[in-house]
């Protein structure tokens, strides 16, 4: 037996499981969250793999623990410690010429179609001042959504023209979409104070300034209580805001927290300063982190995200690949990087890159954990649900497959959205790329625990 009686956090953890634990066995599957428009398809396989992960979840045995308890508290004082990072830094660690290297050459285009100017880019260079970078070092906390930037305006850059950006939704300057209550340290701020250049836990980007609010060391001591909540569910309002899943807040009374699910939230004071709010959530909102992973807690996390449209680096609010697989694992504690090589990196990596893609399906199968690998190729990630119907699951929020339009070798048959699919999807296309699948560009099989059970 791996669960000892006596750790501090098993009673926590196991009301948690309580929380999230359905009664009886009957799931009733996700409905989509968008409406499928003309550029959006289904290939075969999302129809024919259910687009629920509760199903997944039963196979693999929802309640059976993924990793011992010892091991994710662990895990989850690492993630505490990676979060609240920023405020404990002193100096940025980013360099000047690391910073600067974007303002040097226009390219890409902005809405419409209209290409960026050499002009446009030296005039927000001058705004930046980034010969005086860095010229702050102070600490401060996200108010609400907001999107970490490349450079310091809300104008997108696309590589090519792109009459609907929702449509194709790659900003180039978008890195990441930030929930409140991100820890940050302020690095520089530009000539017209309306943007941060900070470091937040996640990476170094651009923040619009009306979005956070300066903390002190007062705020700092409050704020950290040693007992988080994570949110369980999108669109949660929360004062003037909304937030949704991979979003952390302190819990009231820290440890001795009732419930778990009163939360402190970063507002900000008229002196400009962030103050705290208390809110108390619902158990359908939010519970205390870690819940115990068991492969029932993550499919019903993971069910919230379930269709949701493809949006590059947090874009108009929705997420990537990579996005998904952060946002599932942070109500259980665990800490992924922004992209997906380095998320592919995170745990016990097995290398696939020789074998054929029979090979590597029937060694996901043997070796990986569902709920717990991810299985990562060259730019996408995706999560392993298990075994159905003799081949790997896989949830992940995808835009695409490669095929051939007349002389267009790289277009794609769009997606775009969060789908449950075999390693193949797509492989009924007569006109895919080279007939490449995913699993033939499958490089890693990364499990996240170090052992399993």
Known sequence: MFIRQHHPRLGVLFFCFFLLSACGTKHVAPSAKIHLTSWMNTPEDVRRFPQDLNVYANIAGRDKFLMNVAEQTALDARFNQIFFGPWDMSATSVRRKDATAIFRKASGYKLGGVPWQQVEWEKMGRNALMENFPARHEHAVTLRNT?????????????????????????????????PGTPLFIAHTTLDGRWHYVECPIAGGWVDALDVALVDADFERVYRTGSYVALVRDNVRLADAFAGVGAVFPAIGGKNAANGRNIMFPVKGLDGMARI????????????????????????????????????????????????????????????????????????????????????????????????????MRGHIMLYVGKYKGHAAVFHNVWGIRVVDGVNSNARLVIGRSVVTSLTPGKELKNMYLSTTFADRVRTLTNLADKHF
């Open 147 to 179: 999107d970490l930037r490349e450079m310091p305006t809300h104008e997108p850059r696309f590589t090519k023209p792109t009459p609907d950006p929702r449509a194709d939704p790659f900003d180039m300057f978008q890195y990441s979409l930030l929930p």
């Open 277 to 376: 709010s208390e809110i108390a959530l619902g158990p359908a909102d939010a519970a205390l982190k870690p819940i115990l992973f068991t492969a029932g807690n993550v499919a019903r996390i993971g069910n919230v995200m379930m269709a949701q449209q493809y949006g590059w680096g947090g874009m108009f609010g929705n997420r990537d690949c990579s996005a998904l697989t952060r946002d599932i694992m942070m109500p259980f504690g665990i800490w992924l990087p922004r992209n997906s090589l380095a998320q592919a990196r995170r745990g016990v990596v097995h290398h696939l890159d020789s074998m054929s893609p029979d090979v590597k399906e029937s060694f996901i199968l043997g070796n990986g954990v569902p709920f717990a690998s991810l299985v990562g």
